[in-house]
């Protein structure tokens, strides 16, 4: 069943439209671009995996409370040359592929590892997103199927929601398309997923029955399928529908963010679907856009909310209490502390994030504060 082993402010290239800011948290106002982390790579991190495995594309990235690295690699990404060692014949001394969930320790020894098919439940032909909930839950997803799947830690399956291979639109309750990315919600245990690859939503069901909620689309309004995206995106006339929603996080003051990855756009709600406010960031960006995924700094105002971008190969800076953009760092490249494809960003509480590349990037890496 499984394989087990127990800064530069950049506002000029932002455009904002926001409403209801200044109802969220005020503590941050003091942040400017001086008194930003300035990050850099830490070469030390990650060491060589065990049994000659490698990663394919990066699809998920959690932090948990033990600053525990809970990641959700792509296997059938991974070309044969690559994992040359497990074709028969072999045609390569290595490589071997991982199991899809590894949980990392903070030096980035592997604790664990599963994933895979097994009997009750369809696993996924393209895994993305993972999020290990307050009741130490795993929940995982897919870009290109119909279903999220909840797991104990261990792996052994608990529950699916939506049905593999039966997509019904962004307005259906019980079927879903391409759910990306998730949170939940620990004083309701609700969880919230980006279900965006395939609709155009963020919906919201019982994280224990896995009983629908509800669910809203661009501006807390209900989402349509039949939208035509223009593009270049124009903030002066926004989109009204995602374009591809990829990113989502919730704040411990009761926030929803998401991130239209090519609607090049972050947007704000409450966790009713009462919209907030939105920024553009590089709104001119074509190919997937800039907004892939979100994370959170672990400051107690959760002051900072950062942005991966997977075309500019960035990460931005963004006040939280207003989306202002405070800073980048990041650009595309081969080296270390560049980025192909960059996918996902995570922080701990040590001081480090982590982010993760997909396409031909495939590695995750770790950068400090200077």
């Not at 398309?177 to 609709?199: H, M």
């Not at 039949?226 to 411990?252: A, F, K, N």
């Not at 701990?348 to 994030?353: A, H, P």
Request: proline residues 7%; aromatic residues 10%; charged residues 25%.
């Amino acid at each position: 069943m499984r394989n087990r082993m127990n800064v530069l402010g950049l506002t000029a290239f932002a455009l904002l439209t926001v409403s209801c800011a200044s109802e969220v948290s005020q503590e941050a106002s003091e942040l400017t671009s001086e008194t930003l982390p300035a990050w850099e790579i830490d070469p030390t991190w990650p060491p060589t995996l065990p049994n000659d495995w490698i990663l394919g594309d990066i699809r998920g990235m959690f932090i948990d409370d033990d600053d525990h690295l809970w990641v959700v690699h792509m296997p059938s990404s991974l070309t044969r040359q690559e994992i040359g060692a497990e074709q028969d014949p072999p045609i390569a001394d290595c490589c071997f592929t991982a199991p899809p969930v590894l949980e990392l320790d903070p030096e980035g020894n592997v604790l664990q590892a599963w994933g895979g098919p097994g009997e009750g439940y369809t696993w996924f032909d393209q895994e993305h997103g993972i999020y290990l909930d307050h009741n130490d839950f795993i929940w995982l997803g897919t870009s290109n199927g119909n279903h999220v799947m909840k797991f104990t830690r261990e792996g052994e399956h608990v529950l699916t929601i939506g049905e593999p291979g039966i997509h019904m639109g962004s307005n259906d309750p019980d079927h879903l398309g391409g759910p990306a990315n998730f949170f939940v919600e620990p004083s309701t245990n609700e969880l919230f997923i980006a279900d965006g690859y395939r609709n155009r939503r963020v919906v919201v069901y019982d994280a224990a029955t896995g009983e629908y909620q509800r669910h809203w689309g661009a501006y807390g309004r209900p989402p349509d399928d039949d939208y035509r995206y223009e593009y270049p995106v124009r903030p002066d006339d926004p989109p009204q529908q995602y374009s591809t929603l990829h990113g989502i996080v919730g704040s411990d003051d009761g926030l929803i963010y998401v991130a239209d990855r090519r609607g090049n756009r972050i947007q704000a709600f409450r966790q009713d679907g009462e919209y907030l406010m939105e920024r553009f960031v590089r709104p001119e960006t074509g190919g997937s856009g800039t907004g892939f995924s979100l994370g959170l700094s672990r400051d107690p105002e959760q002051s900072i909310l950062y942005l991966i971008d997977g075309t500019n190969q960035r990460v931005w800076m963004l006040q939280r209490d207003d989306l202002e953009i405070l800073g980048r760092f990041g650009r595309p490249g081969r080296q270390a502390g560049e980025f192909i494809r960059a996918h996902m960003v995570v922080l701990d509480s040590r001081g480090y994030l982590y982010t993760g590349e997909a396409g031909n990037g495939r590695r995750m890496q770790r950068f400090k504060t200077k």
